[in-house]
């Protein structure tokens, strides 16, 4: 079992930054994927980053490309999502989420364990 919590999350103003860390136990994590989704109120969750387990690939969402920056210490277990320039849009419940594989991948079906996600919100 793989127990994932993220942090990091809060209120932030438009323009600001925030760095989410997703640390997980029970077990290593530098043989798998990691990946980053976001649901919004009122909407379905969406796929927002991948890391392969190297960290030497990574994926965007279009929405947060050149905005955003996954990355990951294999060390200490952990993942980050840096958010730079937020905007209201970027507002939702953040989830950190486990491949099943070593390959990054934007599908949700392919993550095994999930956080229980952190809020972001963005005021304008």
Known sequence: QVQLVESGGGLVQAGGSLRLSCRASGRTISRNAMGWFRQAPGKERDFVATINWSGRNTYYAHSVKGR???SRDNPTNTVYLQMNSLNPDDTAVYYC?????????????DYDYWGQGTQVTVSS
Do not use: C, H, N, Q
């Not at 989420?97 to 991948?105: K, M, S, V, Y």
């Open 68 to 70: 955003f920056t996954i």
């Open 97 to 109: 989420a486990l491949d099943r594989d070593l390959g990054a991948t934007m599908s949700e079906a």
